[in-house]
């Protein structure tokens, strides 16, 4: 016998039985009596079901959660339905209400719980259902996190909840994903921090940022030479590494990678370097106090290599591995061929210097 199982959401399949549809189990079982004229499969703990040319959502035991009185219905998805009400569709949530009008409703709506909420072509509108008052317009919306929105109006961002509540009113230039429970703002290409109630922790001073890390961000501004200086602030936005790297990492394991004139070292949340900077490139330290650090050279003949080191928290460094590699010039040669060359040449002069004497 067929297996059911692939083809069940929830544990539950739609069934019909003498024109009406009903749900079933797995194992054929009826669950939920075939009543409904038309029904959907289960998404997000709910299904959609039509009665007396109605749509509305029940449970998967059958509890009526939202009562019939949609024209047309979608599947819930990260937890937001798309239902129609005479010409227009409207997003709902699990408790029926109506958080958005939608102006052009898109099959492609809330198909990235990370990304882009609604289709492209849509406009979304916040909307007070026990009123039914449009209370403004927001030109688009994205999912920043669970039960969190990013929407933009005139060129500015801002943060609604699932409710439509404005926690942040659209003002910044940018806003990106929270990490941590904290976003990265942008205010007249400055950055600072706002938490999840939209509050303003760290002012909108710094030149670049970062995600936060364990409690830390690193930081940098610009200076007179538009040289930007790196650092690292904590989320009450402290100073804990200064401000005067060309380049700087995470703290983890007590240590911070950092860049001083085009090269690599370490130093720990005193300041003070720990590991000597000399080298190309530098990793934060992982879970296990292991860091990756690399250095070119050449070998005699001209060759390219890049070691590849070993560093715990220690301080001690040990050569993992080799790699050579051919580099080359605007021309096409490579260094050993450019010193080739250079020889040869060499040798040439020589010879006919000596042959001149």
């Not at 819930?76 to 958080?99: D, L, P, S």
């Not at 072509?121 to 209370?135: E, G, L």
């Not at 990756?292 to 560093?311: C, H, M, R, S």
């Amino acid at each position: 016998m067929l297996s059911l199982d692939r083809f069940a959401t929830y544990g539950l399949l739609v069934s019909v039985r003498d024109n009406k549809y009903g749900y079933i189990n797995t194992t054929r079982r009826i669950i939920i009596p075939h009543q409904y004229e038309d029904a959907r499969l289960f998404s997000d703990g709910v299904a959609a079901v039509k009665i007396n040319g109605k749509w509305g959502y029940i449970d998967t035991i059958g509890t009526e959660i939202i009562s019939p009185q949609y024209d047309d219905a979608t599947d819930f998805i990260y937890g937001f339905a798309q239902v129609k009400m005479g010409h227009k569709w409207y997003c709902i949530n699990h408790n029926g209400k109506c958080v958005f009008v939608i102006t052009y409703k898109s099959n492609n709506a809330f198909r990235d719980g990370n990304g882009s909420v609604w289709g492209n072509n849509m406009k979304i509108q916040p909307y007070d259902y026990t009123n039914f008052i449009i209370i403004s317009a927001y030109e688009d919306i994205k999912k920043l996190s669970q039960n969190v929105f990013m929407v933009s109006r005139n060129g500015k961002f801002g943060i609604i909840n699932g409710w439509g509540d404005e926690i942040v009113s659209p003002q910044y230039d940018k806003i990106n994903y929270p990490f941590e429970g904290y976003s990265a703002v942008q205010l007249d290409n400055k950055w600072g921090f706002i938490d999840q109630k939209g509050i303003r922790i760290i002012p909108c001073i710094y030149d670049t940022v970062r995600r936060f890390r364990n409690g830390t961000v690193a930081v940098g501004k610009s200076t007179s030479t538009e040289r930007i200086e790196y650092g690292i602030i904590n989320k009450s936005g402290e100073i804990v590494i200064p401000l005067k790297y060309d380049d700087i990492g995470n703290i983890s394991c007590g240590q911070v990678p950092v860049k001083i004139d085009n090269k690599w070292g370490y130093i720990n949340t005193s300041a003070k370097i720990t590991i000597p900077v000399k080298y190309d490139s530098a990793s934060d330290f992982d879970g296990a106090g292991i860091a990756t650090a690399t250095l070119k050279g050449y070998t005699d003949d001209g060759t390219t290599y890049i070691n590849t080191y070993e560093v715990n928290t220690s301080g001690e460094v040990k050569l993992r591995g080799t790699e050579y590699i051919d580099e080359y010039d605007s021309w096409g040669y490579s260094q050993k061929e450019l010193n080739d060359m250079y020889l040869a040449a060499y040798d040439g002069i020589a010879e006919a210097t000596w042959n001149t004497d």
